[in-house]
């Protein structure tokens, strides 16, 4: 079964300070890939999604994410955060293209901004 | 265009108890879900419609029941409320479940307490 990882559970980072989140997935086929952001009390956001194309993909509020096929993989980078990117950080994938297909989420990611 | 909503944001049920939750979106999406998140668990789907008049099973779909007799609503049902089944509860729609429209929009929440 398709699964996806991350493997920190909780991030404490000092503002401007860099940042990379892992996920790894387990799935050999063509895949879609997602980062979701949750900040405290709201629901999910789409942060930026890789579909086909370049592998480096950026998205909203300075954040990247390099999809490496080799190492199934698609780390979230941003060069200096802010103490407004503390929040819920999730990765997803979306495996296969048939309407069967469903998103499998990671259990996410706490990203903690010290001032 | 308000996107997805829920209905109701809290409620906390007695052990047995039967609730209704209501999910509604205005963005013509043919997909919905309906997700769990629990600490540290990420979201588990629970059901999902490909389109109105179908359901689907996800991954947690015990002790639940859903509906989508219109296109824009899905509802999800709890038949005899649990305590294992407090948690706060995401629906969301999407155009597709494969593809370049793919992308979930997700609801605010509903945070459901059984005591």
């Known amino acids: 079964a398709q699964s996806v990882s991350q493997h920190n559970h909780h991030v404490i980072l000092s503002e401007a300070a860099s940042l990379e989140l892992g996920c790894n997935y387990s799935?050999?086929?063509?895949?879609?890939l997602f980062w979701y952001v949750q900040y405290p009390g709201q629901h999910l956001q789409l942060l930026l999604k890789?579909?086909?194309?370049?592998?480096l993909v950026k998205g909203i509020k300075g954040f990247e994410a390099e999809f490496i096929k080799s190492k199934f993989s698609f780390n979230l980078r941003k060069p200096s955060v802010q103490w407004s990117d503390t929040a819920e950080y999730f990765c997803?994938?979306?495996?296969?293209?048939?309407?069967?297909?469903?998103?499998?989420f990671g259990s996410g990611t706490r990203l903690s901004i010290r001032p | 265009n308000a996107g997805v909503t829920q209905t109701p944001k809290f409620r906390v049920l007695k052990t047995g108890q039967s609730m209704t939750l209501l999910c509604a979106q205005d963005?013509?999406?043919?997909?919905m879900y309906w997700y769990r998140q629990d600490p540290g668990m990420g979201l588990r789907l629970i059901h999902y419609?490909?389109?109105?008049?179908?359901?689907a099973k996800g991954e947690v779909p015990d002790g639940y029941n859903v509906s989508r007799l219109k296109k824009q609503n899905f509802l999800l049902g709890l038949e005899s409320a649990a305590p294992s089944q407090t948690s706060v509860y995401f629906c969301?729609?999407?155009?597709?479940?494969?593809?370049?429209?793919?992308?979930?929009?997700f609801g605010p929440g509903t945070r459901l307490t059984v005591l």
């Open positions: 799935y050999g086929g063509t895949v879609n």
């Open positions: 419609s490909v389109g109105e008049g179908t359901t």
């Open positions: 997803a994938v979306i495996a296969g293209y048939s309407s069967a297909s469903k998103i499998i």
């Open positions: 890789y579909f086909s194309g370049d592998p």
């Open positions: 963005m013509n999406h043919e997909y």
């Open positions: 969301a729609s999407s155009w597709s479940s494969g593809g370049a429209y793919n992308e979930q929009f």
